[in-house]
């Protein structure tokens, strides 16, 4: 076993397990780092922290099985023959949130990281094994499995959270496909191999990874989805919402004038934003229903109402108003109601920037199809000759050019890289409707996950699923209260038929290719974006070509920021380091410790009223980097070059 006094300790190295040169450090928020060794460092243990608050705590013990733990580094040494002398090890744990600039990790134990890979995360794997002996016929006879398969997997489960309470070194992947190949490349990369010494997001991803792979490693569960039932059931808990919105999409479609569209986009926007609540892996995997929570919150309003605002002074002003004490799950209301927690709000930005830029780009496509065009005018021309020439002479197919030297778009495009299915999903899909319908793009290009992920993320089955019920909905039911209510005052009744409508467009859509799916393997990797270029520079290539990137939720705002714990006032576009493929647009509910772009002031504020914020998902930011990289004739051709396109057309990736 490698010592521990060798791993290097991250508060003191000022630079990132990866080797990357960290900007000076400067102090923890909300408390100085102990540097093991200094004074300020004590060995002695802390009480366990408590979940984020409004969370129940339904995690086991930690359980300290073996020299593994992290009790392990302060216990005595026994030098044989001799006396027993204490000798304290240098710890690679720290009592201590994560300090700025360095990578959010397990060692630091006063972080959200430390709290999820020793609470959050194993209550998560014993949900699964619960589920799977729970539901072992059914699972069985759904997907052809044996019980063999099933006690495989299951078997795998118990030993990923049992290495994961010890802190074991990650085991290699043994399934053998291309893809856990290349995690063992990564795996040995790595200078901590242990999940708490190494960073979150590389432990965290390699979790969810290590969990396909007990299903890969068996016969009748390929395709089996360990999360599916939780994510039906989550569509399933918010279809009045949904109907809600649609309801109100039918205005939204139609053709409008200029400042319409300009709100409209924005509260969309907004709708995205608050939808992305709905995350089944803060919840530990259980129900996220808005209008309960939503229920929830008025009651202990009602309870323990705010104090009256004090009188406004002056001539002429008008009174202050008293805050309402209903909380609405309306998701139009709701987007005033929580105005105040929109901690940055570049949605305006974003409506003017991505118009402008859609329609600079519509026009440079269609000034390379009128050369192009006027080629296959030609060519129809000589096709014709040669018909009445040469009998039976064959068309020529659709000339799509390699993407490495295209530098304008075959349409215009808007990408989604979602997170969760269910609500969060279905608003994401009301944007691009809209986006459409709106003649700002031509398409919109969503990229899911390959693989179940984070329990609620989107795979390509769960995006049909959203679709077909939608497609398929008959609810109709009182509205709840608090939600919409008819002017008469009579219980306004809540029905799917323009839930219906849109489910039907959506399908046309991607028939005809309007709204297109795409479950690049990137998406779980254990890379943050910074990194695209190296590990996936096609992906990064067919980015470049959207007018807009929409990254949708936390985990991806992690990666977008290299999962570092930035000071919270260095800039947006500061923090992407370098990765702006096209004009980047954030839309997330705070759920981990680390954001960008806060005005001074703010982050010291709200860490006063509440120490732990950013673990709730009660804040949002929408954020806009308008740069985007220029696209030029790549220097580095597209991976498949020559391999079929012969350096002239591109028969391969159709998706650009
Ligand atoms: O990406 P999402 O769905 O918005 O959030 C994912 C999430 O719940 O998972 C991570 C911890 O497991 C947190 O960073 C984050 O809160």
Redesign the pocket.
């Known amino acids: 076993m490698s010592s521990p006094a060798q791993q290097e300790t991250p508060a003191k190295g000022g630079s990132s397990p990866k080797g990357t040169p960290l900007p000076q450090q400067s102090p923890v928020k909300g408390g100085s780092p102990a540097v093991p060794g200094s004074p300020a460092h004590s060995p002695k243990k802390s009480p366990p922290r408590s979940p984020p608050s409004g969370k129940a705590n339904t995690a086991q013990p930690f359980v300290l099985q073996n020299s593994d733990d992290e009790d392990y580094y302060t216990k005595p040494d026994f030098i044989y023959g001799g006396p027993f002398i204490a000798v304290n090890k240098p710890s690679p744990f720290l009592d201590t949130g994560t300090p700025i600039n360095l990578p959010l990790q397990g060692t630091f134990k006063k972080s ?1 990281a430390y709290y ?1 890979l020793k609470e ?2 194993p209550v998560i794997l014993t949900k699964i094994i619960d589920y799977l002996s729970r539901e072992a016929s059914n699972i069985k006879s759904a997907n052809g499995a044996s019980d063999e398969d099933l006690r495989n997997f299951m078997q795998s489960v118990v030993k990923l959270k049992n290495d994961l309470v010890t802190n074991k070194d990650y085991d290699p992947f043994t399934v053998d496909t291309e893809n856990a190949k290349k995690w063992n490349m990564w795996i040995d990369d790595q200078e901590n191999k242990k999940y708490f010494n190494n960073t ?1 997001m590389f432990s ?1 991803c390699y979790l969810y990874r290590k969990l396909r792979e007990g299903c890969e490693l068996t016969k009748g569960l390929q395709n089996f989805d360990y999360f599916e039932a939780q994510k039906k059931s989550a569509f399933d808990n918010n279809v009045e919402l949904m109907c809600i919105v649609a309801d109100k999409m039918v205005t939204m479609v139609n053709k409008s004038e200029k400042d319409k569209r300009k709100a409209d986009f924005i509260t969309l926007l907004k709708i995205c934003l608050w939808a ?1 609540k709905c ?5 530990l995997g259980s129900q996220v229903n808005l209008i309960q929570a939503a229920k929830d919150a008025t009651e202990k309003l009602r309870q323990s109402p705010p104090p009256p605002p004090p009188p406004t002074k002056g001539k002429g002003k008008e009174p202050a108003q008293q805050a309402p004490l209903v909380i609405s799950h309306d998701p139009f209301q709701m987007i005033l109601d929580l105005k105040d927690k929109l901690l940055v709000d570049d949605s305006a930005k974003i409506a003017d920037q991505v118009v402008t830029k859609s329609e600079a780009m519509m026009k440079a496509i269609n000034a390379v199809c009128a050369t192009s065009c006027g080629r296959e005018e030609k060519t129809e021309k000589e096709g014709k000759e040669g018909k009445e020439g040469k009998e039976g002479k064959e068309e020529a197919p659709k000339q799509i050019p390699c993407p490495a030297k295209m530098t304008v778009p075959q349409a215009v495009m808007f990408d989604i890289v979602c ?2 299915t269910g609500y ?1 999903l279905f608003a994401d899909l009301c944007l691009a409707h809209f986006l459409v319908a709106q003649k700002i793009v031509q398409k919109v290009r969503f990229h899911v996950k390959d693989m179940p992920w ?1 329990i ?2 989107v795979t390509e089955k769960d995006f049909r699923y959203v679709i077909d019920a939608c497609t398929n909905s008959n609810f109709s039911s009182e509205a709840s209260s608090g939600a919409t209510e008819g002017d008469t005052g009579e219980a306004k009744i809540i029905k799917a038929d323009n839930l219906r409508t849109l489910g039907q467009q959506w399908n046309q859509y991607l028939t005809d290719g309007v709204f297109q799916v795409m479950a690049e393997e990137f998406w779980t990797y254990p890379h943050v974006y910074r990194d695209m270029k190296k590990y996936d520079p096609n992906l990064y290539r067919k980015l470049q070509y959207a007018v807009a990137i929409m990254f ?7 990666k977008l920021l290299g999962d570092r714990n930035w000071n919270p006032t260095t800039g947006f576009e500061a923090s992407l380091q370098g990765f702006i493929p096209a004009p980047i647009i954030a839309v ?2 705070v ?2 410790e680390l954001i960008s772009g806060l005005p001074k002031g703010k982050w010291d504020q709200l860490t006063a009223a509440d120490e732990k914020w950013m ?1 709730s ?1 009660d804040y949002g930011v929408i954020q806009f980097c308008a740069k985007g990289e220029a696209l030029k004739v790549s220097d580095r051709p597209c991976m498949d070059y020559c391999k079929t396109c012969f350096g002239v057309t591109c028969p391969e990736h159709t998706d650009i």
Request: without cysteine.
């Open positions: 959200f999820s959050r995360i979150w965290e992305n995350d089944l892996s803060l919840s997170d969760n969060e984070f609620s993320d949708k939720g936390d985990l991806n705002y992690r997330r509910t759920k981990a673990q998902g």
